[in-house]
């Protein structure tokens, strides 16, 4: 039962172009949404956030975007970098069960 | 930059065989999180920690699993006897509150069973 999703495994971009990475929940009570950043042999370090009273949330390169009637969250990284190549996972605030709840991740490659 | 650490950064066990893995929370952190990841596989919640019990376990989190904070800045995940579906990375997350900034989390143990 995957209450978050992220459905391409992969994404690869060209650096100076916008990366779009997509997210869908299915739990309409999730409020509060985290994109975590991860390298390899580190662990997710957080990126940004975003409360469902909120349609967007933005924060240097990065935007998120909140479409609650779609479930649907997205993150904008623009311009894209070499350096932002690296896991990104959607994680939804289980206020319930008192826990993040991730998605699969979405490997992000930046290339020059 | 506070940061979780984790402790052993690998770990190698024979199946059957009780391994303890180790955190260090943020000090002034309240919630504790265990977290693992098979490889290949998304990240999986395990167990989370409240007040000295825990508030939430997973599916996972069996009778072979328990949790301890035994002095007040460690926090400790034991797994009593192996099983060679338990190989993964194994994270520690520590938050203040609800993680409205978001929980922090270690670079992970990674656990191999033979």
């Known amino acids: 039962d995957q209450q978050v999703k992220q459905n391409s495994p992969s994404l690869s971009v060209q650096e100076g172009r916008i990366s779009i990475l997509n997210c869908d929940y299915t739990?309409?009570?999730?409020?509060?949404f985290l994109w975590y950043k991860k390298y390899p042999a580190e662990g997710p370090t957080f990126l940004i956030s975003?409360?469902?009273?909120?349609d967007k949330n933005e924060d240097g390169r990065f935007t998120v975007f909140l479409n609650k009637s779609a479930k649907h969250l997205s993150l904008h990284i623009v311009p894209s970098q070499p350096g932002d190549s690296a896991v990104y996972f959607c994680?939804?605030?289980?206020?319930?069960?008192?826990?993040?709840?991730f998605g699969q991740g979405t490997e992000l490659s930046v290339k020059p | 930059e506070p940061e979780v650490t984790q402790t052993p950064s690998h770990q190698v066990t024979q199946m059957g065989q009780e391994v303890i893995l180790r955190c260090v929370p943020i000090?002034?952190?309240?919630?504790f999180y265990w977290y693992r990841q098979i490889l290949g596989q998304k990240v999986e919640f395990l167990v989370s920690?409240?007040?000295?019990?825990?508030?939430?376990k997973s599916e996972i989190f069996d009778d072979q699993f328990s949790v301890e904070r035994p002095d007040g800045s460690n926090f400790t995940l034991k797994i009593r006897s192996t099983k060679l579906e338990d190989s993964a990375m194994y994270f520690c997350?520590?938050?203040?509150?609800?993680?409205?900034?978001?929980?922090?989390f270690g670079a992970g143990t990674r656990l191999s069973v033979l």
């Open positions: 997350a520590s938050s203040e509150m609800l993680p409205l900034a978001g929980a922090y």
């Open positions: 739990n309409s009570m999730f409020d509060y």
């Open positions: 975003i409360s469902s009273i909120k």
């Open positions: 994680a939804a605030w289980d206020n319930q069960g008192g826990k993040l709840i």
């Open positions: 000090s002034n952190h309240l919630y």
């Open positions: 920690f409240y007040n000295n019990e825990i508030s939430e």
